[in-house]
């Protein structure tokens, strides 16, 4: 004789869940899925890092390089003054400083982001039953 019907009134109290922790308890606790999450913001800041020394040491070396390579371009003058010194001595360390302005911000929005995939995965957490 086939079963008759079953009624279904809840989930199996049987069933053991994992404990759901918050991702900030999981980086403090430093458990492998915080270690996780923190390499990854890690790992983004030092390609935003190594990315922004490579084209930094690229201009510095590279203007020197430019110079002695091509000799009519050391020649020039900007309002009287070598161009070499024009570039070397003034314009390039306000470049310098608008490079660090957004290296700052770029790296404070790869923190906003880490931030709020944080939040985000703490309340989808909150969220289930």
């Given at each position: 004789m086939a079963p008759g019907r079953?009624?279904?009134?809840?989930?199996r109290t049987r069933a053991v869940r994992r404990p759901r922790y918050p991702?900030?308890?999981e980086i403090d606790e430093q458990t492998g899925l915080g270690e996780a999450y923190?390499?990854?913001?890690?790992r983004t800041q030092l390609r935003l890092?190594?990315?922004?020394?490579?084209?930094l040491?690229?201009?510095?070396?590279?203007?020197?390089?430019?110079?002695?390579?091509?000799?009519?371009?050391?020649?020039q003058e900007v309002l009287g003054a070598p161009l070499p010194w024009v570039l070397l001595g003034g314009l390039i360390y306000?470049?310098?400083?608008?490079v660090g302005w957004w290296y700052v911000r770029q790296a404070e929005r790869n923190e906003d982001d880490f931030a709020e995939l944080v939040d985000r995965s703490e309340r989808s957490a909150a969220e289930e039953p």
């Open positions: 079953v009624l279904v009134t809840g989930p991702v900030t308890r923190m390499r990854s913001l890690v890092a190594a990315g922004l020394c490579l084209v040491g690229a201009v510095a070396f590279g203007l020197p390089l430019l110079f002695e390579v091509f000799p009519a371009v050391r020649e306000p470049w310098f400083v608008g």
